[in-house]
Structures are given as structure tokens and as C-alpha cells.
């Protein structure tokens, strides 16, 4: 019953959606405005139809319907009932519909809110957001259907694996529930980590989140309106599609350094580094799209910006369940590799078409075209190219140099951290420079003496922070180098907050305070912007102390034995093994004890954890940590020896000492806060002024 | 704001010029799309569970050079191993048990050979003395045959070869030594 | 007789002990090496963070390399002889390396080149004077203009 609901659910939404495309297009060629309110009723269908789908596959998780393949796969009588829904995502055709409920939803909120304002526009935005829901639709219905049975057919061998069917074949019987449920795999144990549960939605939010802006630039050029309306209609979807991107690496990265054991927190695997990429591209686009509202140049480039962070959306999920290089996350080597691949490639080539057409026709011409060569627009400029060159390198090395080594030299290649650390460096370097020097840069043009004195009080405030940073012990060349970039950084966006502070109160008579809250709240894009590049700073201070001056051993102890390490005394008291958790896992727990100066700091429970259930990944390391501001004593148990009558136990651990790597996760909650406040709908400018001018007149008064 | 029709949009607009660069662009894309989709194909191929099977030569463990075409003639039980892999060291007595009980029943019609992947010469020496493996074993610590060639996913697995050099069997995972006599003799029956 | 045999295998012992304590290999000084190493079969992991038996028995490797008084870049030397290229992080042969470290700098000064090219027609355009640096505010743009130049 749940079956034929979900299936049939998709299969309408399905039609809903190529309705859609066709009604939207037509009528827009014809301007026949039935067809294209026709389209977008068909396009805000799609999102109820998909839900009561996905609101199947829950029900049938919840009440254990092993029958669905999908069920079966990812759960088991064991498991615990918020895994249940979190398993909604936990594998491949879960997980392709959970996409496709997003993209529905954030398509709706689109072809709702913005359907009168953005009229010309819309038919065309319906047709490019339907068009990318109709393919993971189809991909779900025909290639990955999650409401897959298993089935018994009359000529299958005793023995043989049940295969399972969308649709029911003939003479079918149903497997025994029973010998199902018992043999239900249950979830990936790595999957059962709070990190892991919410790195997937916040990832699907922000790529589905960026198809919106390419749908709306897609819109601009087919429709012909290449005026600044794409730009300003899709400001806050840029933006929210930025913010869910970032949170979703941030939290991958802090589910590897719990759960996945091995002291980092970014492994620049090819498919980690799949979705970086579209990061990257559209943080350029999120800065370059500021330069055309103000000053209407770098049109071209903007919409070359917007499809190419869309085609890596699509190049990264397509990258990633393909199979094309080989990763830690790889799904099994699916057969959507080929559909996906020549979506991609479709969608890709379709829009660079696009754009070269208009280019040609002259349609996207810049309104200005000067600036001067030291000046907010020419740093813009620089930091695209950053951007840019950082996706490139990043791409070339995750993908272009493993495939065409493999293809052309016959030679298998591997590209880790030693490459990537070399080559994004000096790039990333670059950027936080940037991030000092543009906010001080006037538009236009400006003289380089006039750069030269703002830059002179935070050049200042960076050395002095440098005096410290070297007192405090760090004193190579490039921790000095890399930190004083990132402070320069942090101190001009600092700065720029001040300044804007003291002139307020300069100008009204605030308190400091209430001058600080009075320019968020009438600038809230430029001061919430300040908040995020603080944000990049302080995860950047993090990520250079946990990367330069990270210190790691490797040990093996007796019970009572004790270790000197970082400045700390780790005393390993005794191991707890065999112990057996609700969910059936037998957890082997080391108790380690962590002092430093005489002073007891800690009590850490590394632990190696056993799935008897699991299929394929059934151990895990947990650490043990010992958070502070400081840094982060982390423990794991590699493994251990019970000893027999002669031999005392031993046990094996990893000790990693990670300065300042919980910078890295408080920068990013810094990052999360600046994005809000830059996305908060701010009054009317007009009434403001009024406000305030009758503010002063009062208080002049009195 | 005015709303531009696409006539207006030709009617006002006046072409760029020298913009033939600018198709280069759909060009590099293009390129790059096409060579991706070159890797997802080399990709997706399977092992080769039919055709000619891919020649090799390997120097065995003992130092004898091994080539496949050489095996003509005679049926071919080509197993993928490494010692560090379970389920081979589950078959490894079946097979060796396999291959001794041919080599009397049907003398010199029968080559079984090990290939190991990716493994240390010195485990993989330890592995055939342990299970007292007399067929021989070829280090393939490269993985150019393993990977390149027969385009294993995994150890073990096993690839039947006829007489005539044709891949006629594929066994994945451990080989349960039942199922692969009962694919061999069929051969040797129709060879005779 | 026996007295000088048993005399003998003893010393031998003593002999053979002595020379494996003389070079106690550390975990530490096989992770120094491990952790530039891939594992061959498992995909994208380090030789150090790997924990397959087939793992295990490289580290093992690289212990009795050591042991046997390789310096790391002989080790890692020996790897790559026998494992190919995948085993390393970057490529130790200077063909694939150069090809691997250098392209990404020429893409980055393809893309700095066109930025340039940008900048230059931005600059040009001011000396000829065709177009004003920043016309008036159109009417209905107004609001929207003024709530950019506040905002940015």
C-alpha cells in the first residue's frame, strides 16, 4: 500500500513537472498567460506530491516494512526510531528523493513569493527549476525507486539473492517478514553520528539552494530581461544557499575529527572536494553580483559565475554517485552514472550557449566600463580571479590530473594534502588580503596614497597582533606570514565596525552600543558581511595552528602507565571492554586521564566500537578529546593486547595535540551569525530617514 | 524597470564585435565534458566476463616468467588474491585441493595461477607457503593486470579461461570450489 | 663439548637480541613516512589512518625497512618501485609532477590574465572619455541605487 502510494506519487509529480516545462515555455513563446499560470500551478504541485511520497518512505521506515528494499537496507529491527527518519537520507535512493523534495520546496517558495514582482521572468524560471527536478524525478521512479519490493518469482534458485521490483512481476509472492527482519542490514554505523545526520540536508539545501539564481539567469537570458531584476530577485537564495553550503562542509569536516578517527577534519578527498567547489565559485559570484548592482558591469561574467556554480552543483552530485574517481565516500558504483553525466553535460553546454548568444547579440553590455586600476571594482576583480583559479586548481587536482594521468600516461595518480596544501596556499593567502584591503577601497578610483593611509591604522593593529601571535610561539616564516594575513583580515572588518560606530555616535550622541546595533540595522548587508569575513578569519587562525603545529604520537601503554606529551601528562588507567550498548554495538572504552601541571583536567573515554550486525563497516574509532580554546587533546585507541598469564595488557594509542582547532567551528557559528544578519530584511529607507531626522529635532530640542 | 522583449532585445541591441573568441569558450567546455565522460565509461566497464581474456606476462614469486597466450591450449582457472584479503585465505585451500585433484584426473589440461594485487611479495610468498600452494603465483604489486586489465573491484576474484583463450567464467568473491568443477568440466568434455 | 655448544647458541642468541634492540623502531617514525603514503587499495586514505590487515602489513614494511637502516626517501622510493604512483601524495616522477603542480598555475595565470584584460579595458575606457564614470541616478532607480551605495 505504502509502495503504490509512494510510487505513484512520484510518477505524478513526474508528469507535474514536464507539464510544467512545456506549459511554462510555450506560453511564454506565445505569451498565452493561461498556459504559464497553467505551468506554475503544475510546478507548485510537484511540492505536495513529492512530500506525500517522502512522507511514505517515512511511514514505511517507522513501521519496518523490510519489504521495500530501501527499508531493508537501511534499517533493522534494532534500530533506534530517530535513526528511522534520519535513514530517510541514508543511502542512494533515500537520499535522491530527500534532493528532490528540496528542490520542490525551495521551487514553490520561489514561484510563490516572487510570481508577481518578477512576472517576464517567471515562465522561464519554472521551465529550468522543473527541468532540473524532472531529472532526479525520473532518476528516482525509473532507475532509483526507494519504494523498490523484494519479490519471489516462481524460477528463482533457493539460495539465490531476492531481487527487488518497482512494479510487481507476475506470479509474485511476498519474502518471508520474519527472515526479512532478521536479516535487515540496519544503518551504516558511521551514519548514527549527529554530524553525519545533518550534513547531508544542510548540503541538498545548499545545492538545491543555487539552482534558483541558475534558473533565474537562465530566465534573464532566455526571456531577454538582462537587466539587474535576476540579480535582485535572487539576492537572498544566493545567499541562503551560500549559508547551508557552508554549514554543511563545516559540519562534514567536524563529523570526520569525532567520528572518523584519524585527527583532521578535512581529508581533500576528491568528492569532499566536489562540493568545495561550488562553494568557492559561488562565493565569487555572491561578491561579483555587487559589482553589477552597483555599477551594472561584469554582466558576462556573472552569468558565466551563476552557470558554473550550477554545473558544479551537478558535476559534484553526479561526481560523487558516479563512481568517477574513486573516494571514502563513494556510493557503490551506481548505473546513474551515465544519466547523470549527460544531464550535467546538457545543462552545462545549454547555458554557456546561452550566454554566448546574448554576449553576441549585445545584449549584455556593461552600463559603466571604467574604473580605476586601484579601486573597489578592480579588487572585485582579483577576488574572482582568486575564486576562480582556486576551483580550477582544486578541480584539476581532484579530477584532471587523476583522469587524464590515467587516460593518456596509462598511470594511476594520487593527489593528497601534501599537493593541495602547496598549491591553495599561497591562493587562500591572497584572499585574506583581499578581505583587508577592498572594504578600504573606495569605488571608482582612488590614489594609492589615499589606500595607503586607511591601510596605515590596521597595518598597525596586525603588527602588533603578529608581536603577540610570535610571543605566544609561533615563529615560523609562514605561520607569521599566514597569520598576519588572516588578523589583517579580522582587523580591518573590526575596524570598519568601529569606524562606522564612532561616526554614528559622533553624529547622534549614542552610546557606543547603541551605535554599533543603529549601523546593523540600516547597513546590514555591508556590517553582517563584516561579521562573515570575521568569521573567515577565525576559522583561518584555526586552520593554521591545527595544520602547522599539530603534534602527534603514537604509543603503547600498560595499564597505569603514563605519558608526557604537549606540555601534558596522559595516564592510561584501565580499559572497559566488552561493553555492550542499547543498539546491540560492543565497545571496547579506554579510560585516559589528562593533567597538566599537577592540575587533573580531564577524563577521556577513546573508544573502538564493533557492529556484529553491520555488513561491510563494522568498526569505528571514537575519539576522546579534551576541548579547549587552547587546543584539543585528542586520544585514540588504535588497538589492544588482553596479555596473557606472562604478558601485562597493552594497549595502542594515537595522542594529537590540535592547537586552536576549535577556532574552526566557533569562526563557522561567527559565519552562520554574519549571513543572517546580512539576509534580515531591513526597513524602508525612506521612513528611516524621516525617523531619525525627527529623533535629532527632538533631541535637540529638549 | 522597462521589460525587454526578446524583439526589443534584437531591435536595440547592436552586436559585439570580435567575439569569435568567444565560441572558444563553448569549445574548452566541451572538451572538458568529453574527456569526464571518456573516464566515466572507462569506469563503468565491468570485469570481462566474455571475449578474449587480456594477455599478460608476470614473473612468478619462484622468478618464472608466466604469459597467458602461452596457455593455449589448455583451460586456465586465473584467481586474483592478496594475503591480506579473508575470503582468499577461506578458498585458497579448495583451490590448491582443485588444482592438485586435475593434475591428476586430467594432466596438463588444467593451469591455475595465482595473481596477487597490490600485495608484498614477502606476505604473499608466506600466504603459499602456509596453504602449500604448488600452481603458480605472480606478483602483480602494480596492479597493472589486476586493475588495468581485468578491472577487478576486489580480491578475490576468479576468471575461467578456455582453451582457446576465451573468458568463459567469472566467479566473485570466494570460489566455491563445487561451482567452479562444474564449470571446468563441461570444458574438458568438449575439448576431449 | 656440549658446555661450548650450549656456549655457543647462547652467544648467538645474545648476538641476534642485541642486534634488534640496537634499532628499536618507533610508531612514530613509521607514521612520519606512512603518513605521506597511500594505501593501494583503499581508496584515498593514508598509510597511517588505514586500519585494513593490508594496512598493517605495509606499516610492518616500513618498519623493517627502517629497521634495516632506509632513510624515508628510500622507503618511499621503494613503495612507489613496487605500487606505481597512486601510492604517493604528489608524483615522485618529475613528468606527471610537473604536470600535476605546474597546470594549476597556468590555469590561475589564465584566469589572472583575463582579469587583467578587464582591468585594462576599465582603465582605457576613462582616458578615452566615451563613457561617464558615474552618470545620475535614473529616477526609478533611485531608492534601490541609494540603499546599494549605503549598504556597500
Known amino acids: ?702 | 524597470m522597462a521589460v525587454m522583449t526578446e524583439s526589443d532585445v534584437q531591435k536595440t541591441a547592436a552586436p559585439a564585435r570580435g567575439l569569435g573568441g568567444a565560441w572558444a569558450i563553448l569549445l574548452l567546455v566541451g572538451v572538458v565534458i568529453a574527456v569526464i565522460g571518456l573516464a566515466l565509461l572507462r569506469n563503468q566497464q565491468g570485469q570481462p566476463t566474455d571475449g578474449t581474456a587480456p594477455d599478460f606476462t608476470l614473473t612468478g614469486l619462484d622468478g618464472t616468467p608466466f604469459r597467458l597466450s602461452e596457455q593455449r591450449g589448455r583451460i586456465v582457472v586465473l584467481n586474483f588474491w592478496a594475503s591480506w584479503c579473508a575470503p582468499c585465505a577461506d578458498e585458497a585451500p579448495a583451490l590448491q585441493a582443485l588444482s592438485a585433484r586435475y593434475a591428476v584426473s586430467h594432466p596438463g589440461r588444467v593451469q591455475f595461477v595465482g595473481v596477487t594485487h597490490s600485495d608484498e611479495p614477502d606476505d604473499s610468498a608466506a600466504f603459499v607457503a602456509r596453504y602449500g600452494i604448488t600452481y603458480p603465483n605472480l606478483p602483480d604489486t602494480r596492479a597493472d593486470v589486476s586493475k588495468r586489465l581485468y578491472r577487478i573491484t576486489g580480491v578475490p576474484e576468479t576468471f575461467l579461461i578456455d582453451a582457446e583463450g576465451q573468458v568463459v567464467g567469472f566467479f566473485y568473491s570466494a570460489v566455491d570450489p563445487v561451482a567452479l568443477a562444474a564449470a571446468i568440466d563441461p570444458l574438458l568434455a568438449a575439448a576431449s | ?152
Open chain 1, 1 to 702: 500500500m505504502i509502495a503504490e502510494i509512494g510510487t505513484a506519487a512520484l510518477a505524478l509529480s513526474l508528469a507535474a513537472a514536464i507539464y510544467s516545462i512545456i506549459a511554462s515555455v510555450i506560453g511564454a513563446r506565445e505569451r498565452d498567460s493561461r498556459l504559464i499560470d497553467s505551468g506554475r500551478m503544475a510546478g507548485l504541485l510537484t511540492f505536495p506530491l513529492i512530500s506525500v511520497a517522502s512522507v511514505a518512505l517515512l511511514a514505511a521506515l517507522l513501521t519496518q516494512q523490510y519489504q521495500i528494499a530501501y527499508v531493508w537496507t537501511v534499517s533493522a529491527p534494532d534500530t533506534p526510531d530517530f535513526f528511522r527518519i534520519t535513514a530517510l537520507w541514508g543511502s542512494q535512493q533515500g537520499s535522491l528523493l530527500f534532493w528532490s523534495l528540496l528542490m520542490s520546496l525551495f521551487a514553490f517558495v520561489a514561484l510563490w513569493t516572487h510570481w508577481r514582482a518578477y512576472r517576464p521572468l517567471m515562465p522561464y524560471v519554472t521551465a529550468f527549476t522543473m527541468a532540473t527536478l524532472a531529472f532526479f524525478l525520473a532518476i528516482s521512479l525509473f532507475m532509483e525507486n526507494p519504494f523498490a519490493r523484494f519479490w519471489i518469482t516462481p524460477g528463482l534458485a533457493p539460495d539465490a539473492g531476492v531481487p527487488s521490483y518497482t512494479l510487481i512481476p507476475p506470479d509474485a509472492t511476498a519474502p518471508d517478514a520474519l527472515l526479512l527482519a532478521q536479516t535487515a542490514r540496519g544503518l551504516n554505523p558511521l551514519l548514527r553520528h549527529f554530524g553525519m545526520i545533518i550534513h547531508p540536508p544542510m548540503l541538498y539545501l545548499g545545492f538545491v539552494g543555487f539552482t534558483i539564481p541558475f534558473a533565474f539567469a537562465m530566465s534573464a537570458l532566455a526571456s531577454g530581461d538582462v537587466s539587474v531584476n535576476w540579480i535582485k530577485a535572487t539576492r537572498r537564495w544566493t545567499l541562503i544557499a551560500w549559508l547551508f553550503l557552508s554549514l554543511g562542509l563545516i559540519l562534514g569536516g567536524r563529523w570526520a575529527y569525532d567520528v572518523l578517527g584519524w585527527g583532521g577534519y578535512w581529508g581533500w578527498d576528491p568528492v569532499e572536494n566536489a562540493a568545495l567547489l561550488p562553494w568557492l565559485i559561488g562565493t565569487g559570484f555572491l561578491h561579483s553580483v555587487m559589482i553589477q548592482e552597483k555599477r551594472g558591469m561584469l554582466k558576462v561574467w556573472n552569468m558565466f559565475l551563476v552557470v558554473f556554480t550550477f554545473s558544479a552543483v551537478i558535476f559534484g552530485t553526479f561526481a560523487t554517485r558516479s563512481g568517477l574517481v574513486e573516494s571514502v565516500h563513494s556510493f557503490a558504483q551506481s548505473e546513474i552514472g551515465i544519466p547523470m553525466f549527460l544531464f550535467w553535460a546538457a545543462m552545462t553546454l545549454i547555458a554557456v550557449y546561452l550566454i554566448l548568444l546574448r554576449w553576441r547579440q549585445g545584449v549584455l553590455k556593461d552600463e559603466h566600463a571604467f574604473a580605476g586600476i586601484l579601486s573597489r571594482e578592480s579588487l572585485f576583480v582579483l577576488n574572482n580571479v582568486i575564486f576562480v583559479a582556486l576551483t580550477l586548481a582544486i578541480f584539476w587536482g581532484s579530477f584532471g590530473a587523476p583522469i587524464l594521468s590515467e587516460l593518456f600516461a596509462g598511470t594511476e595518480i594520487t593527489l593528497g594534502a601534501e599537493y593541495f596544501n602547496l598549491v591553495t596556499a599561497p591562493l587562500f593567502l591572497v584572499l585574506y588580503l583581499l578581505m583587508g584591503i577592498a572594504p578600504l577601497a573606495a569605488w571608482g578610483a582612488m590614489s594609492f596614497g589615499r589606500l595607503g593611509r586607511s591601510l596605515l591604522r590596521p597595518l598597525i593593529g596586525t603588527g602588533v597582533a603578529l608581536v603577540v601571535v610570535y610571543l605566544l610561539g609561533a615563529r615560523s616564516l609562514g605561520a607569521l606570514v599566514g597569520y598576519g594575513a588572516v588578523l589583517f583580515a579580522a582587523i580591518v572588518a573590526l575596524w570598519e565596525i568601529g569606524r562606522g560606530a564612532v561616526a554614528r555616535r559622533t553624529a547622534t550622541g549614542d552610546s557606543l552600543v547603541m551605535a554599533v546595533i543603529h549601523i546593523f540595522g540600516r547597513n546590514r548587508r555591508r556590517y553582517g558581511g563584516f561579521i562573515v569575513h570575521l568569521g573567515i578569519s577565525v576559522i583561518g587562525i584555526g586552520v593554521i595552528g591545527s595544520t602547522l603545529y599539530q603534534q602527534e604520537t603514537q604509543r603503547t601503554l600498560r595499564p597505569g602507565e603514563s605519558l608526557e606529551f604537549g606540555g601534558y601528562t596522559l595516564t592510561y588507567e584501565r580499559m572497559l571492554s566488552g561493553q555492550i550498548a542499547d543498539d546491540g554495538r560492543i565497545m571496547d572504552i579506554a579510560e585516559m586521564r589528562v593533567a597538566r601541571g599537577g592540575a587533573d583536567l580531564a577524563l577521556l573515554r577513546p573508544r573502538y566500537d564493533f557492529y556484529p550486525e553491520a555488513q561491510g563497516m563494522n568498526t569505528q574509532i571514537i575519539a576522546g578529546a579534551y576541548s579547549t580554546l587552547e587546543n584539543d587533546v585528542y586520544v585514540l585507541l588504535s588497538g589492544f593486547e588482553n596479555g596473557d598469564g606472562t604478558t601485562a595488557p597493552t594497549a595502542t594509542f594515537k595522542f594529537y595535540i590540535n592547537p586552536l582547532i576549535n577556532l574552526v567551528w566557533y569562526g563557522g557559528i561567527v559565519l552562520i551569525v554574519g549571513t543572517l544578519i546580512s539576509m534580515a530584511p531591513g526597513a524602508q529607507p525612506a521612513t528611516r530617514r524621516v525617523r531619525a531626522d525627527a529623533d535629532t529635532r527632538v533631541g535637540a530640542a529638549a
Open chain 3, 1 to 152: 663439548m656440549i658446555r661450548l655448544a650450549i656456549a655457543l647458541i647462547l652467544l648467538a642468541c645474545v648476538g641476534v637480541s642485541a642486534q634488534d634492540s640496537e634499532v628499536p623502531i618507533t610508531f612514530d617514525q613509521v607514521n612520519v613516512i606512512a603518513e605521506k603514503l597511500y594505501c593501494p587499495v583503499c581508496p584515498n586514505e593514508t598509510l597511517e589512518d588505514c586500519q585494513t590487515q593490508a594496512c598493517r602489513q605495509w606499516r610492518a614494511e616500513i618498519a623493517e625497512q627502517l629497521a634495516a637502516g632506509q632513510n624515508e626517501q628510500q622507503v618511499i622510493d621503494s613503495f612507489v618501485r613496487r605500487y606505481g604512483e597512486r601510492v604517493v601524495a604528489i608524483p615522485q616522477d618529475a613528468g606527471l609532477r610537473a604536470l600535476s603542480v605546474v597546470v594549476p598555475y597556468l590555469l590561475a595565470g589564465a584566469i589572472a590574465l583575463i582579469g587583467v584584460v578587464t582591468l585594462a579595458r576599465w582603465t582605457r575606457r576613462r582616458t578615452k572619455g566615451a563613457l561617464a564614470a558615474a552618470p545620475p541616478l535614473k529616477a526609478s532607480d533611485d531608492s534601490y541605487r541609494a540603499q546599494m551605495e549605503r549598504d556597500l
